[in-house]
């Protein structure tokens, strides 16, 4: 039970030495990309990743203290997230900084973190200890490997 314990305290570390969002999203503030011959647009991805970066954190802060109903909790603010930035790649409101040709992978990864998400809730809804820290380690890997892909 001490490696888990150890592995949620280097979750919480990792995701805090991230930094704050403003950083994380480097070139946009307040959910918006400003253009200098348009107006300012809502970006649903910025706004999606900003969700997540708050939730994640609770999420592993409830993981570490064993608390599954905290899990289940901290993941209400996700319900619609991924649609409307799937709306905005469709509208063209959402483009990706770095592979943007690749924007169809970007979508799979989307869902299927999303489904993730869904099995992490399930884990928790059965108050299933080893699964929720599985499920979060896996949710981490799929932050990182995506960001790498997909941001500058």
């Known amino acids: 039970m001490n490696h888990i314990r150890y592995a949620v305290v280097l ?8 930094g704050s969002p403003s950083l994380v999203f480097a070139g946009h503030d ?3 990309i400003h253009s200098p011959s348009a107006p300012a647009v ?7 990743m900003l969700t997540l970066d708050s939730v994640f954190r609770n999420i592993v802060s409830a993981v570490a203290i064993a608390d599954a109903e905290k899990v289940q909790k901290a993941m209400a603010p996700l319900h619609g997230a991924m649609e409307k930035t799937h709306e905005g790649i469709h509208a063209g409101t959402v483009t990706l900084p770095k592979n943007a040709a690749r924007i169809n992978e970007f979508v799979e990864r989307d869902r299927k973190f999303h489904e993730m998400l869904e099995a ?11 699964e929720m820290l599985r499920i979060t380690k896996q949710l981490l ?7 790498r892909t997909f941001r500058k």
Do not use: K, Y
């Not at 809502?42 to 999606?48: A, Q, R, V, Y």
């Not at 890997?141 to 960001?147: F, L, S, V």
């Open 141 to 147: 890997d799929g932050c990182i490997q995506c960001h």
């Open 11 to 18: 979750f919480t570390a990792l995701l805090l030495s991230a």
């Open 30 to 32: 307040n959910n918006v």
């Open 42 to 48: 809502p970006n649903p991805l910025i706004e999606e």
């Open 120 to 130: 992490l809730d399930r884990a928790a809804s059965h108050n299933h200890q080893q």
